[in-house]
Each structure stands twice: as C-alpha cells, then as structure tokens.
C-alpha cells in the first residue's frame, strides 16, 4: 500500500449536553459519548469499534431534551470518566491501528472536540486532516444542498441500524453510507 495512504477512516460521531431553551449555548456544550468505528479502506470492513460515555462538568444534570434526543441517561454519564480520562482511552485505542484519517458528518464533531479539548486542557488528539463525509454526500449526488444523517440513508434507500443520536449508532449508520458513496455509482451516472 502507498505509505502516505491512510489504512483507516476513521469514523467518529459524538453526542453532547444541549437544550431546547438556551439554557446550554453551543459555546458550554460537552461530549457526553464518543462513539468510533475504524472503516477498513481496503475492504470496507468495520474491523473495530470504540464506545465511551463521558462524565460533562460544565451542566452536568442532562436536561431531558437531551435524553429525549439521544437517549442517554443521567446514570450513563454520572457513572463515566472525565474528558481527559475518556480522551486518553479513546487515543490508546486510535493508537493501535497504524494509520487513520478523522471522518465526521459534517463539521460539528470536529468543532466540538476543539471546544473540549480547549477547555480541558487536553492536546487535540487528531492530526489537522479531517473527511467532512456530509460534503462528500452532497458532492456524490451532484447537489450543493447538505443532507442530515438520517435523510442521507433514506435518499440511497438504506434502513437506519440502531438508534438515531447514539454516538456509536450514528458512526456505524455513517460508515455503512460512506462505503455505499465509495464503492458504487449514483443512480443518475448508471442511468446516464
Ligand atoms: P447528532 O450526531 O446528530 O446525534 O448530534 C450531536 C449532538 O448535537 C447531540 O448530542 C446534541 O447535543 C446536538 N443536537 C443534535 N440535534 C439537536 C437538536 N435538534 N437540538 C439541539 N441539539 C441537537
Ligand atoms: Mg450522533
């Protein structure tokens, strides 16, 4: 393989405190789930997955907006580390794959672990190269609109596994479309 080919996409959604009534600006939002999956570029296999809660110290009682949208519960987070604990987990399980490049759907996930970091003190644990797989979406159908997770899978007819807003869930359903984008066509190029 080309040694400056990254082996892996790796694939990352998070989830975070938030409100429906402006009690959490975007700015005091935290992750409160780090959900990964490292997408194999060769075969497009998933060859390993990364789960983590994580305790927020800025609001942390989830509001029930929150868990209503991502179905995390209050003893989830009381029970999980701090970022900085979370973060070094999460790079000890990065670590062990060769080479990896950070996907997200769109560019809040990238946003988010800046903020955390910043505020935790915790170096980034990315390099500055990231897939923004939402463009990448867009991009495949030809269109400049962006498309939400969930209305990507239902445009190339594809069932939503899991639960919508789970971290883990989220980044499995995102891998399983960008390996659909990569590996086949857009029905418009086969017609045509
Ligand atoms: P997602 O990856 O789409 O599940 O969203 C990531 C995080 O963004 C969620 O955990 C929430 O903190 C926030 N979020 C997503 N959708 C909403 C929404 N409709 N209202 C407020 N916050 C949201
Ligand atoms: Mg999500």
Request: some cysteine; hydrophobic content about 35%.
């Amino acid at each position: 393989m080309n040694a400056d080919r990254k082996s892996y996409f790796l694939i990352v959604d998070l989830e975070a405190t938030c409100s429906n009534d402006g009690k959490i600006p975007s700015h005091e939002m935290e992750i409160i789930e780090i959900g990964a999956v490292m997408l194999n570029r060769e075969t497009w296999e998933i060859d390993a997955e990364f789960q983590q809660f994580i305790h927020p110290v800025r609001h942390p009682q989830l509001t029930a907006f929150c868990t209503e949208l991502t179905s995390i519960q209050q003893e989830d987070v009381d029970q999980a580390p701090q970022f900085a604990e979370a973060i070094s987990r999460f790079k000890e399980w990065i670590y062990s794959f060769p080479s990896h490049i950070f996907c997200s759907w769109g560019n809040y996930d990238k946003k988010q672990f800046i903020q955390d970091c910043e505020f935790h003190h915790v170096p980034y644990p990315f390099t500055s190269e990231h897939i923004n797989i939402k463009n990448e979406f867009s991009e495949y159908l030809g269109v400049s609109k962006g498309f939400g997770m969930a209305k990507a899978l239902q445009h190339l007819e594809m069932e939503l596994i899991g639960t919508h807003h789970r971290g883990i869930d989220d980044a499995r359903n995102i891998a399983a479309i960008y390996r659909h984008i990569k590996t086949r066509k857009p029905s418009h190029e086969k017609r045509g």
